[in-house]
């Protein structure tokens, strides 16, 4: 597998969230990641998880270490967010109602995943798998709102989705302010 250039995706959300908080300051506010994590605080949050990071995820934040308002209307969790917090407790809590009440029959078992995205004033989260096979040296994301929305194989496929997502949107929030 090559070495993925997560300076490089991440300049390039970067990028189409710039241009979001330019066109639609109001809705999409200017945002960045956080600096890249150490490998002390990668390891202080496996340790409040109690178990290692996925290893994709862990390379991305090492480049950025989490990211509020990164796409959609939520925060990509960092190292500080892991285990514990606000968006910790939000996102926990989406995956248990959806477990709770959503069709699970396909889905991995709840103790199996954690939240890496949580959107704030939704209940939209994203969470990565713990278990199941790599792909490409990842494990499995899934989106969460009300229903399964999405699978992707990997961080590394999540985040170009989501990079996708961001573009999307930028698309018809610049087709909006034309008409």
Request: hydrophobic fraction near 40%.
């Amino acid at each position: 597998m090559d070495e993925i250039r997560w300076n490089v995706l991440l300049g390039q959300l970067g990028i189409v969230t710039t241009q979001l908080a330019q066109v639609a300051p109001a809705v999409y506010p200017l945002s960045a990641p956080g600096m890249g994590a150490n490998d002390e605080t990668l390891a202080g949050a496996e340790r409040r998880l109690g178990h290692p990071l996925d290893p994709q995820y862990r390379q991305l934040l090492g480049y950025g270490d989490g990211w509020p308002a990164a796409f959609l209307d939520g925060d990509m969790l960092g190292t500080r967010d892991l285990g514990h917090g606000p968006l910790w407790d939000r996102g926990v809590t989406a995956l248990d109602l959806f477990y709770e009440s959503g069709p699970v029959d396909e889905l991995p078992d709840r103790a199996q995943l954690y939240p890496i995205f949580v959107a704030p004033y939704q209940q939209d989260v994203m969470a990565l798998r713990l278990d199941g096979p790599l792909t490409n040296g990842g494990h499995e994301v899934l989106w969460f709102a009300n229903e399964l929305v999405d699978r992707w194989p990997n961080v590394h496929e999540w985040w170009l989705g989501c990079t996708e997502i961001a573009r999307q949107t930028l698309a018809y929030v610049v087709r909006q302010q034309q008409q």
